[in-house]
């Protein structure tokens, strides 16, 4: 039996390269921080490819069957360490599928997978409870594109192959208002744990292209995902009621916000009681008519705990936007946002109370927000037309607002901020903030 050089004595020479690339992972951990360990793309000792269930690449066989065929066999065969579903090159027409735990769905270099675009045969699921009905129509919704419900560890990567939502004809009927039911986000996981998503591109999502819902442990990272300006609601990333997410190395341009973290709306999301917290966004590009990174405006179930660093956001409507409104109740505190390069925004950070619709006529007029600590530093922006307003609610002003290096260019001369009900300060801030935050320097806000 060949001694392998793990068994014997290490050298002198392996050592000091041993520590070297100690050394050297320590280094980059300093240099860019990640967050890959909180769940790994992990390697699987199986590999299946749709083919095996009788897929055909060809852009119109419908491949509906074959991927169930594959989940149904992953998730009965229960293989040690889960099993790769792998999509070769080809265009895959597919309908909505389920995912399953222990799995992962690569997407091979030149693989499509494309959702089929016949309304009519989507399956419905039921509304989430911490929305008390779909999102955009009462009652059920159309399942997501690509679901899962209750799994754990669950990787969906591949070499850049696409999934293309198709979503033109669902922008359509919503255009027509002939939808029946809320559209299908592109990929959505709820109730799951260990969730993995990378190195593929997202594109045309009929609405949300990817929504954690109820899930912990998650990354979203190496994403390119792409959607037309004008195409509406198509959110790149929604961390909804989830803890532990992190986005990073993304690149996203879409028709609404590029980020939105999220946590239910009004008396549902108040009631279901779910935050969003620990939440990641980091080296994020993206482009959107609406928000670069949001927060809210459904965070009737909190959302406390949110970095977001060193991104940037061009050709938007808002850079930063918090946003909640008078029956959302909830809390949105704790938020860092850390180093975020913009231009040609026309509003550059807006913190406001008065913003997004209401699932029915039931919400509570007292149900009021609270945002409390939001500290915004290091914020450099070009060709901002409006710096930003920070509005908070009438009887619940917003606390902790506190502003340091933010220096923002391009503003017509009688562009100003305007603030009111906010409390907090602001340091090097240009152009100069308004009085609420100039004169309640040292109020809560440590730099
Ligand atoms: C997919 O999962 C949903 C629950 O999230 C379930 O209602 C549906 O029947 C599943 N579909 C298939 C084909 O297994
Ligand atoms: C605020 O959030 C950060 C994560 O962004 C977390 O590390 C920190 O512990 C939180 N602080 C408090 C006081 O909860």
């Not at 050298?11 to 070297?20: E, K, R």
């Not at 600590?373 to 930003?388: E, H, L, S, T, Y």
Request: proline share 5%.
């Amino acid at each position: 039996m060949a001694t392998s050089p793990r068994r014997g004595r290490p050298s002198v020479a392996a050592l000091v390269a041993a520590l070297a690339v100690l050394h050297a992972a320590a280094v980059a951990t300093a240099a860019a921080a990640t967050c890959a360990g909180v769940a790994p793309a992990k390697r699987r000792p199986e590999v299946v490819s749709i083919t095996d269930f009788g897929g055909v690449g060809d852009g119109r066989t419908l491949n509906t069957w074959a991927f169930r065929k594959a989940v149904y066999r992953i998730q009965h065969q229960r293989r040690r360490g889960g099993t790769t579903l792998r999509v070769p090159a080809g265009t895959w027409l597919t309908g909505s599928f389920n995912l399953t735990s222990h799995m992962t769905l690569f997407l091979a270099r030149g693989a499509v997978l494309k959702a089929t675009r016949d309304a009519g045969t989507w399956p419905l699921v039921e509304p989430l409870p911490s929305y008390g009905r779909g999102r955009e129509l009462p009652g059920p919704r159309y399942a997501s594109f690509i679901h899962g419900n209750g799994l754990r560890d669950v990787v969906i990567t591949g070499d850049k192959g696409v999934i293309d939502g198709q979503g033109e004809v669902w922008w359509n009927m919503w255009r027509q208002k002939t939808l029946q039911h809320t559209r299908p986000n592109l990929v959505e996981l709820m109730h799951s744990t260990g969730i993995h998503i990378s190195n593929i591109v997202l594109k045309n999502s009929p609405f949300w292209n990817i929504h954690p819902v109820y899930c912990q442990d998650v990354v979203v990272t190496n994403m390119m995902i792409l959607a037309p300006h004008d195409s509406p609601n198509t959110d790149g990333i929604d961390p909804d009621s989830s803890s532990n997410v992190c986005i990073e190395d993304s690149y996203i341009s879409t028709g609404d916000d590029a980020v939105a973290i999220k946590s239910g709306w009004d008396e549902y999301g108040i009631a279901y009681g779910r935050p969003s917290s620990g939440i990641t966004v980091r080296r994020v590009r993206g482009s959107s008519p609406f928000s670069g990174i949001a927060i809210g405006s459904e965070a009737s179930g909190g959302v406390s705990d949110v970095l977001v660093e060193d991104c940037s956001i061009f050709d938007s409507g808002y850079g930063i936007h918090i946003k909640t409104n008078v029956g959302r109740g909830g809390y949105i505190r704790n938020v860092t946002v850390d180093g975020v390069r913009m231009s040609r925004v026309r509003n550059g950070v807006r913190i406001a109370g008065d913003v997004g619709d209401h699932p029915d006529g039931r919400f509570s007029q007292r149900a009021l927000p609270t945002v409390d600590a939001v500290r915004i530093r290091n914020v450099w922006g070009v060709g901002v037309q409006q710096p930003g307003s920070l509005e908070g609610i009438r009887n619940s002003p917003f606390t902790g607002i506190c502003l340091s290096n933010v220096k923002l260019f391009g503003w017509r001369n009688d562009a100003a901020w305007r603030c009111r009900d906010v409390r907090g300060a602001a340091l090097g801030v240009q152009p100069w903030p308004c009085a609420e935050l100039a004169t309640s320097a040292g109020s809560s806000c440590s730099y």
